[in-house]
Structure formats: structure tokens, C-alpha cells
């Protein structure tokens, strides 16, 4: 399986879901930003340790290096592998040493211990290629001559898959990233279709 590397490139709070995040993730070698919605737990947890801070009690990533520290296991990496209807899967690879053992966990863990442990960050190619944006590639023409693009809704006339790939290319440059997610999983969905 390929993969590329990403990092965490913005956090955002996602209006209209309440309790939600919205992170960024951008390749490393390359153009693309994959967003993915996350909680409001693991957005805190990342923010906090991104930033240095340090919190008065342990939270529970504090607990679970404590652990892994303990019994001498390493987080070698984490990756978002797959991804189906808008849900992302991921996976912290572990070592002790001896033994490698993947361990299936929500993608606001796996970002969460990449942070705290500093281990790098893979998206599958699949993932990337369904999912993410290419900011360097041209957006695609489109007939809408709108200040401010809006969602179709489903009752509405269905658009292309070109024009919401073109809204999407705009969400992205204007910073709209919760617009985006949303772009993102219409777009699959007719793909499906």
C-alpha cells in the first residue's frame, strides 16, 4: 500500500457542527490538503500540545504514554488508511522491540498520538486520492457566476461533479474548511452514483 506523509497543517472549528473540528492535513512533498472532521476532545488535545501548553492534569493521551512508556512501546507511526461514507479509518503502528502490532483507532487518536508522540503522519494514496484537494491543480470551469458559493441543496437541481469540484478548490483557498468537508462527501457520493 502506498502512502504519503501529511502533516497537520490548520485546526478550525466547524460552525455547523456543533462540537466539532475541522483539521487539515497537507502532504509533505506535494499539493494536496485532505480535511477531516474530528472532536472537540481530540481538537483540544492537539491544539494544547501543538502549542507547547501544558495542562493541570493528565488528559487521556498523558495516560496512555504513561502506559506505552512504561512497558517500553513506541508509536511509530499512525495512517489513515480508508476511508467510507465521509469516515475516516486509521491506525497507530506499534513496537516493543520485538514485536509490531497495528492498532485500529478513530483518526482524532491517531492525530492526537502523532502529536504527543512526534511520529510521523501517512495517508494511503487510495485516501488521497479520493478525498483530497490538489491545490495546485486548476479548478475546473464552472458556469456560476455567484459572489459566494452556497451548497446545493438536494431538492435543487444536482450540479456536477466539476462544479462542487471547483466549489471545493474554492473553499479550500478562501479557508472555508467545514464548506469543504461537505463538498468533499458530495462529491463522493455521486461518484458512487
Do not use: W
Not at 2 to 9: C, L, P, S
Not at 165 to 171: E, P, R, S
Request: net charge negative; with cysteine; charged share 25%.
Amino acid at each position: 500500500m502506498n502512502k504519503v506523509e501529511v502533516k497537520i497543517e490548520v485546526l478550525s472549528y466547524a460552525k455547523s457542527q456543533v462540537g466539532n473540528y475541522v483539521i487539515v492535513l497537507s502532504e509533505l512533498s506535494g499539493n494536496r490538503k485532505l480535511p477531516i472532521i474530528i472532536k472537540s476532545a481530540d481538537a483540544q488535545f492537539i491544539a494544547v500540545r501543538m502549542e507547547g501548553m501544558k495542562t493541570p492534569r493528565p488528559m487521556t493521551q498523558d495516560l496512555f504514554k504513561l502506559l506505552t512508556d512504561g512497558y517500553n512501546i513506541d508509536i511509530q507511526e499512525v495512517m489513515i488508511h480508508n476511508v467510507a461514507e465521509g469516515i475516516f479509518y486509521a491506525k497507530m503502528s506499534t513496537s516493543n522491540m520485538m514485536d509490531i502490532l497495528d492498532v485500529e483507532c478513530t483518526v482524532g487518536d491517531a492525530l492526537s498520538i502523532a502529536v504527543l508522540y512526534g511520529c510521523p503522519i501517512f495517508v494511503s494514496e487510495e485516501v488521497m486520492q479520493s478525498s483530497s484537494v490538489d491545490m495546485n491543480a486548476p479548478a475546473p470551469p464552472t458556469n456560476v457566476v455567484a459572489a459566494k458559493r452556497k451548497i446545493p441543496k438536494k431538492r435543487e437541481k444536482p450540479e456536477s461533479i466539476e462544479t462542487l469540484n471547483k466549489m471545493l478548490h474554492d473553499a479550500l483557498e478562501s479557508e472555508d474548511y467545514e464548506t469543504a468537508v461537505e463538498l468533499r462527501d458530495r462529491i463522493a457520493k455521486l461518484k458512487k452514483v
